[in-house]
């Protein structure tokens, strides 16, 4: 039987990302991958989160890179990085890749430059487990990602090598295609995400549906990993100061909930994952002062497996969460997909390949009543049409698993020459470390000036524990 090693696990707040996991952990078992013989790879995970991520990964061993537990986020793993990329060889000795016969990118959305070069780091990660199997010769499988966009000539590069150098890859939207240079070699096919193959995922009975019950699941625009982490922060303090009312996500998802409550509907506000905490919160308590509890109801679920049961008991979900379309779309709920542009291409990409790109409606820089509209529209066409919908799901699955299965069978691995992209990387990666130790240095220089200035001042005077001076 086959060996693996997934590169990596996803661990997060996130059910979405975890059913990445579970969805590719079942694809692998489909395929008849030696699962108990295979590994995860973590990539310096949350311990917060560890213990969720774990049940989606199941029967695999468990790494955990860097595997010799520096920190992430300072010039050790800048210099870390640039050891591995000078020479991929040791990275792939680190994890004990020569034990297995396969190596699978289980990349999600995080292959892409965003526009301030925030996710430099991560980004090397994603892609260092390719170079590393090519210098071993061990052939590589991109599960159906997003992918791009590449704004830089390290971009191009990486493009490049995922068409010609990757054995076997696949989209997972159809924007990602679109997006794809004219010139970067074969053109890759468009396949169900591995979110789709999270077991359990069926048609629920009539009788264990909440009838007239309407889903909302909401994130604030312009926030997320494209945005990066710095944004995404400040979007969230600003939004706070009026309790989220002027986040045009509150407006519009109030708008849809309100109105189906005037028509003698219930509504159902559920979290995905914790950065949408406050604001279904928030969404929740307005539609609780309308129609009263009884007919409002905040789920927060504590596990992939409640979160999945939850929406597929829904009559219908309009959600601004990729994954809350996947997991209630392949248990026939009919769904509506709402976007912001800053949230990247994903979803109106998935809605075009489900062949109802009408129902991926954009948010941003609109009026909300013409956005409304546009959603009360499509909720109209989900619902009529939701048995193809199902069905097209149903067909694409075997879609999927044969090209899995055709990659895994292949013996045949890419000749290509990686120097081009591993240069870009090693640039940009020498750049990082200069800005890091600048900025390092200039917070040593400040304290030392503050020290001198106020020489009673001692760094471990409000430490636990330390001697009253």
Request: hydrophobic share 40%.
């Amino acid at each position: 039987m086959t060996r693996t090693m997934l590169f990596y696990g996803h661990v997060a707040s996130n059910w979405g990302d975890l059913a990445i996991n579970a969805g590719a952990l079942e694809l692998m078992r489909r395929a008849e991958i030696d699962i108990e013989d295979s590994t995860a790879v973590l990539l310096a995970p949350s311990d917060q989160f560890r213990r969720q991520s774990g049940f989606t990964l199941k029967g695999m061993k468990q790494l955990i890179v860097p595997t010799d537990g520096r920190a992430r986020g300072g010039r050790d793993e800048i210099e870390l990085l640039i050891d591995y990329v000078s020479h991929p060889h040791r990275f792939a000795e680190g994890v004990g890749m020569a034990d297995v016969d396969l190596v699978v990118l289980n990349a999600g959305e995080h292959l892409f430059e965003s526009t301030t070069g925030e996710n430099l780091i991560d980004l090397v990660w994603r892609i260092l487990p390719a170079l590393a199997a090519h210098s071993l010769n061990k052939p590589v499988v991109l599960l159906p990602s997003t992918v791009g966009p590449f704004r830089t000539s390290f971009g191009n590069a990486l493009e490049d090598f995922l068409h010609q150098g990757v054995d076997a890859a696949a989209y997972r939207d159809l924007e990602s295609r679109r997006l794809e240079s004219s010139d970067s070699g074969q053109e890759l096919p468009v396949l169900l995400d591995p979110g789709f193959f999270v077991p359990g995922l069926r048609a629920q009975e009539n009788e264990s549906r909440d009838e007239d019950v309407l889903g909302l699941i909401l994130r604030p625009e312009d926030m997320g990993i494209r945005p990066g982490s710095r944004r995404s922060a400040f979007v969230q303090s600003k939004l706070r100061e009026s309790q989220f009312r002027r986040s045009q996500a509150f407006q519009l998802f109030t708008s849809v909930a309100e109105a189906h409550l005037a028509d003698g509907g219930r509504v159902k506000v559920i979290v995905q994952t914790r950065a949408d905490r406050e604001i279904s919160t928030a969404v929740a308590d307005h539609l609780t002062e309308i129609a009263g509890p009884d007919r409002v109801e905040l789920i927060d679920p504590a596990g992939i497996r409640s979160f999945v049961d939850e929406l597929g008991r829904l009559s219908a979900l309009v959600t601004s969460r990729f994954h809350s379309v996947i997991l209630a779309s392949s248990q026939a709920v009919p769904s509506v997909g709402v976007y912001s542009e800053t949230h990247g291409h994903k979803m109106p990409g998935l809605f075009e390949l489900l062949k109802f790109p009408d129902c991926a409606v954009r948010l941003d820089e609109r009026s909300i009543s013409a956005v409304r509209d546009e959603v009360d529209s499509a909720l109209g066409t989900v619902r009529s049409s939701i048995d193809e919908i199902h069905n097209r799901i149903r067909a694409n699955r075997t879609l999927v698993r044969r090209w899995f299965a055709d990659a895994i069978a292949s013996q045949e691995t890419t000749t290509f020459d990686t120097s081009a992209l591993r240069i870009e990387a090693l640039a940009l990666l020498y750049r990082a470390g200069l800005e890091r130790a600048q900025k390092e240095s200039l917070s040593e220089v400040l304290r030392a000036v503050h020290e001198l200035r106020d020489p009673d001042t001692h760094p471990d005077d409000d430490a636990t524990g330390a001697e009253p001076r």
